[in-house]
Protein backbone atom coordinates (compact mmCIF):
# COMPACT_ATOMS: atom_id res chain seq x y z
CA UNK A 1 0.00 0.00 0.00
CA UNK A 2 1.15 3.43 -0.55
CA UNK A 3 2.20 5.16 1.88
CA UNK A 4 -0.09 8.10 2.84
CA UNK A 5 0.93 11.65 1.79
CA UNK A 6 1.55 14.44 4.17
CA UNK A 7 1.55 18.22 4.15
CA UNK A 8 5.32 18.27 4.47
CA UNK A 9 5.90 15.82 1.72
CA UNK A 10 5.73 17.04 -1.76
CA UNK A 11 4.31 15.60 -5.33
CA UNK A 12 7.33 14.84 -7.06
CA UNK A 13 5.74 14.27 -9.96
CA UNK A 14 6.81 17.56 -11.25
CA UNK A 15 10.89 15.87 -11.58
CA UNK A 16 8.97 13.89 -14.66
CA UNK A 17 8.05 17.28 -16.60
CA UNK A 18 9.87 17.75 -19.44
CA UNK A 19 12.62 20.13 -19.29
CA UNK A 20 11.69 23.93 -20.97
CA UNK A 21 14.02 26.79 -20.91
CA UNK A 22 12.77 27.98 -17.66
CA UNK A 23 13.91 24.71 -15.74
CA UNK A 24 17.24 24.52 -17.88
CA UNK A 25 18.14 28.01 -17.20
CA UNK A 26 18.56 27.11 -13.26
CA UNK A 27 19.88 23.31 -14.38
CA UNK A 28 22.60 24.52 -15.89
CA UNK A 29 23.31 27.12 -12.72
CA UNK A 30 23.29 24.23 -10.31
CA UNK A 31 26.09 22.52 -13.10
CA UNK A 32 27.92 25.64 -13.39
CA UNK A 33 27.21 25.62 -17.05
CA UNK A 34 29.52 22.11 -17.06
CA UNK A 35 26.22 20.67 -19.08
CA UNK A 36 27.85 22.93 -21.80
CA UNK A 37 31.68 21.58 -21.98
CA UNK A 38 32.88 18.21 -22.42
CA UNK A 39 32.81 17.24 -18.28
CA UNK A 40 31.01 14.48 -17.66
CA UNK A 41 28.25 15.42 -15.29
CA UNK A 42 27.18 13.09 -12.93
CA UNK A 43 24.19 11.22 -12.11
CA UNK A 44 24.07 12.58 -8.86
CA UNK A 45 24.71 16.77 -10.30
CA UNK A 46 21.62 15.90 -12.53
CA UNK A 47 18.89 14.69 -9.96
CA UNK A 48 20.29 17.52 -8.03
CA UNK A 49 20.07 20.30 -11.16
CA UNK A 50 16.25 18.69 -11.94
CA UNK A 51 15.81 19.20 -7.76
CA UNK A 52 16.94 22.91 -7.92
CA UNK A 53 14.59 23.51 -10.84
CA UNK A 54 11.36 22.40 -8.82
CA UNK A 55 11.85 23.89 -5.47
CA UNK A 56 13.38 27.76 -7.88
CA UNK A 57 9.60 27.45 -9.35
CA UNK A 58 7.96 26.16 -6.29
CA UNK A 59 6.84 22.53 -7.55
CA UNK A 60 8.19 21.85 -4.20
CA UNK A 61 7.58 24.18 -1.46
CA UNK A 62 9.39 26.00 0.94
CA UNK A 63 9.79 23.71 4.30
CA UNK A 64 8.38 20.44 2.98
CA UNK A 65 10.85 17.55 3.07
CA UNK A 66 12.74 15.59 0.76
CA UNK A 67 13.03 11.54 1.41
CA UNK A 68 15.57 10.03 -0.32
CA UNK A 69 13.06 6.88 -1.36
CA UNK A 70 10.84 9.25 -2.83
CA UNK A 71 13.26 10.78 -5.07
CA UNK A 72 14.80 7.13 -5.90
CA UNK A 73 10.94 6.12 -6.55
CA UNK A 74 9.93 8.83 -9.03
CA UNK A 75 13.51 9.14 -11.05
CA UNK A 76 14.23 5.38 -10.84
CA UNK A 77 17.96 5.48 -9.35
CA UNK A 78 19.45 4.20 -6.29
CA UNK A 79 20.02 6.05 -3.25
CA UNK A 80 23.81 6.55 -3.08
CA UNK A 81 23.46 9.47 -5.99
CA UNK A 82 20.12 10.88 -4.54
CA UNK A 83 22.21 11.21 -1.17
CA UNK A 84 25.14 12.95 -2.83
CA UNK A 85 22.57 15.45 -5.01
CA UNK A 86 20.78 16.82 -1.39
CA UNK A 87 24.29 17.19 -0.49
CA UNK A 88 24.69 19.26 -3.46
CA UNK A 89 21.32 21.41 -2.79
CA UNK A 90 22.46 21.85 0.79
CA UNK A 91 25.62 23.46 -0.60
CA UNK A 92 23.62 26.05 -2.45
CA UNK A 93 21.48 26.85 0.31
CA UNK A 94 18.16 25.29 -1.21
CA UNK A 95 17.63 22.77 1.56
CA UNK A 96 18.95 22.25 5.11
CA UNK A 97 19.40 18.80 7.27
CA UNK A 98 17.53 18.99 10.46
CA UNK A 99 17.29 16.41 12.91
CA UNK A 100 15.10 13.56 12.82
CA UNK A 101 13.45 15.60 10.43
CA UNK A 102 16.53 15.17 7.56
CA UNK A 103 16.54 17.49 4.55
CA UNK A 104 13.92 20.61 4.18
CA UNK A 105 13.20 23.22 1.75
CA UNK A 106 14.60 26.21 3.02
CA UNK A 107 11.80 28.89 3.79
CA UNK A 108 12.83 32.48 3.05
CA UNK A 109 12.63 35.10 5.94
CA UNK A 110 13.75 38.39 5.81
CA UNK A 111 16.82 38.05 7.46
CA UNK A 112 18.12 35.39 5.15
CA UNK A 113 16.80 37.85 2.04
CA UNK A 114 18.75 40.80 3.12
CA UNK A 115 21.56 38.69 3.46
CA UNK A 116 21.63 36.84 0.80
CA UNK A 117 21.23 39.81 -1.68
CA UNK A 118 24.37 41.90 0.63
CA UNK A 119 26.30 39.05 -0.65
CA UNK A 120 25.14 39.43 -3.92
CA UNK A 121 25.64 43.11 -4.34
CA UNK A 122 29.30 42.67 -3.08
CA UNK A 123 29.76 40.00 -5.32
CA UNK A 124 28.22 41.67 -8.60
CA UNK A 125 29.96 44.92 -7.95
CA UNK A 126 33.76 43.22 -7.98
CA UNK A 127 32.30 41.17 -10.93
CA UNK A 128 31.25 44.16 -13.09
CA UNK A 129 34.60 46.18 -11.74
CA UNK A 130 36.80 43.63 -12.67
CA UNK A 131 35.05 42.95 -16.57
CA UNK A 132 34.96 47.17 -16.90
CA UNK A 133 39.20 47.05 -16.11
CA UNK A 134 39.61 43.76 -18.77
CA UNK A 135 37.35 43.27 -21.36
CA UNK A 136 33.76 45.83 -21.45
CA UNK A 137 33.36 44.52 -25.14
CA UNK A 138 33.06 41.25 -23.66
CA UNK A 139 30.29 42.67 -21.20
CA UNK A 140 28.94 44.39 -23.71
CA UNK A 141 28.11 41.88 -25.94
CA UNK A 142 26.71 39.54 -23.54
CA UNK A 143 24.23 42.27 -22.50
CA UNK A 144 23.29 42.63 -26.60
CA UNK A 145 22.84 38.86 -26.85
CA UNK A 146 20.36 38.71 -23.76
CA UNK A 147 18.66 42.17 -24.08
CA UNK A 148 16.22 40.99 -27.19
CA UNK A 149 14.98 37.59 -25.16
CA UNK A 150 14.40 40.06 -22.04
CA UNK A 151 12.72 42.88 -23.42
CA UNK A 152 10.32 39.50 -25.16
CA UNK A 153 9.74 38.27 -21.92
CA UNK A 154 8.03 41.97 -21.00
CA UNK A 155 4.75 41.14 -22.45
CA UNK A 156 4.85 37.08 -21.42
CA UNK A 157 4.78 36.18 -17.52
CA UNK A 158 6.85 37.30 -14.16
CA UNK A 159 8.27 33.75 -14.25
CA UNK A 160 9.12 34.61 -17.95
CA UNK A 161 10.76 37.62 -17.21
CA UNK A 162 12.69 36.31 -14.28
CA UNK A 163 14.31 33.84 -15.96
CA UNK A 164 15.26 35.75 -18.99
CA UNK A 165 17.19 37.94 -16.47
CA UNK A 166 18.39 34.85 -14.84
CA UNK A 167 19.95 34.02 -17.54
CA UNK A 168 21.91 37.12 -18.79
CA UNK A 169 23.17 37.23 -15.06
CA UNK A 170 24.18 33.46 -15.66
CA UNK A 171 25.84 34.55 -18.69
CA UNK A 172 27.42 37.52 -17.51
CA UNK A 173 29.24 35.76 -14.33
CA UNK A 174 30.41 32.87 -16.84
CA UNK A 175 32.06 35.09 -19.31
CA UNK A 176 33.94 36.33 -16.18
CA UNK A 177 37.47 35.89 -16.27
CA UNK A 178 37.81 35.13 -12.32
CA UNK A 179 36.77 31.75 -12.22
CA UNK A 180 36.09 31.65 -8.32
CA UNK A 181 33.93 35.01 -8.47
CA UNK A 182 32.21 33.39 -11.08
CA UNK A 183 31.30 30.65 -9.34
CA UNK A 184 30.74 32.42 -6.13
CA UNK A 185 27.80 34.49 -8.11
CA UNK A 186 26.52 31.90 -9.56
CA UNK A 187 25.30 30.22 -6.13
CA UNK A 188 24.22 32.76 -4.99
CA UNK A 189 22.08 34.03 -7.92
CA UNK A 190 20.46 30.44 -7.68
CA UNK A 191 19.47 31.65 -4.14
CA UNK A 192 18.35 34.92 -5.06
CA UNK A 193 16.37 33.60 -8.59
CA UNK A 194 13.17 32.28 -5.93
CA UNK A 195 12.82 35.77 -4.02
CA UNK A 196 13.39 37.47 -7.70
CA UNK A 197 10.21 35.41 -9.13
CA UNK A 198 8.72 36.03 -5.28
CA UNK A 199 9.26 39.36 -5.61
CA UNK A 200 7.99 39.74 -9.64
CA UNK A 201 5.15 37.74 -8.90
CA UNK A 202 3.95 40.02 -5.59
CA UNK A 203 4.51 43.37 -7.84
CA UNK A 204 4.68 42.77 -11.79
CA UNK A 205 4.60 46.55 -12.09
CA UNK A 206 8.44 46.42 -11.39
CA UNK A 207 9.17 44.65 -14.10
CA UNK A 208 9.41 47.63 -16.75
CA UNK A 209 11.46 49.45 -14.17
CA UNK A 210 13.50 46.67 -13.85
CA UNK A 211 14.01 46.80 -18.12
CA UNK A 212 15.02 50.09 -18.07
CA UNK A 213 17.71 49.74 -15.72
CA UNK A 214 18.97 47.16 -17.78
CA UNK A 215 18.93 49.78 -20.69
CA UNK A 216 20.92 52.56 -18.45
CA UNK A 217 23.31 49.47 -17.63
CA UNK A 218 23.82 48.36 -21.41
CA UNK A 219 24.52 52.34 -21.75
CA UNK A 220 26.81 52.71 -18.95
CA UNK A 221 29.13 50.00 -19.96
CA UNK A 222 29.44 50.56 -23.83
CA UNK A 223 30.18 54.74 -22.22
CA UNK A 224 32.65 52.96 -20.19
CA UNK A 225 31.35 54.81 -17.04
CA UNK A 226 32.46 52.19 -13.97
CA UNK A 227 31.12 53.84 -11.05
CA UNK A 228 27.87 54.35 -12.62
CA UNK A 229 27.61 50.97 -14.28
CA UNK A 230 28.03 49.56 -10.54
CA UNK A 231 25.78 51.98 -9.16
CA UNK A 232 23.14 51.00 -11.72
CA UNK A 233 23.21 47.67 -10.79
CA UNK A 234 23.41 47.50 -7.14
CA UNK A 235 19.95 50.01 -7.29
CA UNK A 236 18.31 47.30 -9.07
CA UNK A 237 19.32 44.59 -7.24
CA UNK A 238 18.47 46.43 -4.36
CA UNK A 239 14.91 47.03 -5.95
CA UNK A 240 14.61 43.62 -6.48
CA UNK A 241 15.44 42.81 -2.59
CA UNK A 242 12.79 44.93 -1.10
CA UNK A 243 10.10 43.28 -3.62
CA UNK A 244 11.02 39.71 -2.20
CA UNK A 245 10.73 41.64 1.45
CA UNK A 246 7.55 43.15 0.94
CA UNK A 247 6.47 39.95 -0.60
CA UNK A 248 7.86 37.85 2.23
CA UNK A 249 5.68 40.26 4.68
CA UNK A 250 2.86 39.68 2.65
CA UNK A 251 3.09 35.93 2.92
CA UNK A 252 3.31 35.89 6.76
CA UNK A 253 0.66 38.55 7.87
CA UNK A 254 -1.92 36.14 5.02
CA UNK A 255 -0.84 32.80 7.23
Request: hydrophobic fraction near 45%.
Amino acid sequence: MARKRTQDLPDLSGLLLPRDQRMTAVEQSVLRHRSNTEVAVSLAEQIAARLASAIAFDLVHAGQRLLEQDICAILGVSRAPVREALRILERDRLIEFQARRGALVTAPTAKEVRNVFDVRIALYGMLLREEMSQDPKRLLAVLNAHLPAVERSVTESADDYATATFLMNSSIAAAASNETLADLLQSVSLQTFRYVRMGLAHHPGNIPRSLESWHALRAAVAAGEVALVVRIAESRIERVRDAALVAIEASDTSD
